[in-house]
């Protein structure tokens, strides 16, 4: 569903944000531009505002919202830093990140889920971002 069709979702996903801590506005304003719903399996669209992680290919898990801003939140980023992030998982963290600091590296060792990942970040238009594929264990 996009995000202009949900808006009592999104504003309930940001109060949720704000009312558990996370105060930094670029992070809120970003997590607010991020479009989540095309992070998560179809299915799950209905529930891409609720805070809670959600299962996505490979057995693996897109956070929940409240963590990934707690996340972002601590980074303190800056538009000069560059961010290695180990587990691109559907590209969701790696776009926050891309539009609040200068370079990502996003690593992933599920072909499926870099490619899909790579694919919805350029689509979102995050050129700052490179995905790569590989195992985090090996850096």
Do not use: W
Request: proline share 4%.
């Amino acid at each position: 569903m996009p995000a202009s069709q949900n808006p009592p979702e999104k504003m309930m996903f940001q109060l949720t944000l704000r009312r558990r801590g996370i105060s930094d506005q670029a992070v809120l304003r970003t997590m607010e531009e991020i479009p989540r719903e095309l992070f998560v399996e179809p299915a799950d669209r209905g529930d891409a505002y609720r805070d809670s992680a959600l299962g996505i290919a490979c057995g693996q898990t897109i956070s929940q919202p409240f963590v990934v801003a707690y996340m972002t939140e601590q980074l303190q980023l800056q538009k000069h830093h560059r961010v290695l992030e180990i587990g691109t998982g559907s590209g969701y963290q790696a776009a926050i990140l891309s539009r609040l600091c200068g370079q990502v590296l996003s690593i992933e060792r599920y072909r499926t889920l870099a490619d899909s990942a790579r694919a919805r970040l350029a689509k979102l238009g995050c050129d700052n971002v490179e995905g790569m594929l590989g195992d985090g264990y090996d850096i």
